[in-house]
Nanobody, 123 residues
């Protein structure tokens, strides 16, 4: 089972990026999928989570700017990030939680992880 995150990069403040997380080896259609981020010196934090494509969770700092979605036919999850701020700079990880249906579970609640993709917001 593998999760492959991609789409990170360098973007100016106010810009946009779309992250993708492609799953292989099994499907996660009925599981909670999430995006986490970790900035230098900080703990890994949950950014957004989704289940059944309609139930979503966002941390307060990204509400109204980020959108999580999934395409079950492609076994891929996305994070559309708009109006990016320097404080969004971090390594972003995708993850799958097959053990519970909690949308707000922390990192310990997830059992599959992607390798991370760097997002840098800077002018």
């Amino acid at each position: 089972v593998q999760l492959q995150a991609s789409g990170g990069g360098l973007v100016q403040p106010g810009g946009s990026l779309r992250l993708s997380c492609a799953a292989s080896g099994r499907t996660f259609n009925s599981d909670v999928m999430g995006w986490f981020r970790q900035a230098p010196g900080k703990e890994r934090e949950l950014v957004a989570a989704v289940r059944w494509s309609t139930s979503t969770y966002y941390t307060d700092s990204v509400k109204g700017r980020f959108t999580i979605s999934e395409d079950n036919a492609k076994n891929t999850m996305y994070l559309q990030m708009n109006s990016l701020k320097p404080e969004d700079t971090a390594v972003y990880y995708c993850a799958a939680n097959t053990r519970s249906w909690s949308l707000s579970a922390g990192p310990n609640g997830y059992d599959y992880w992607g390798q991370g993709t760097q997002v840098t917001v800077s002018s």
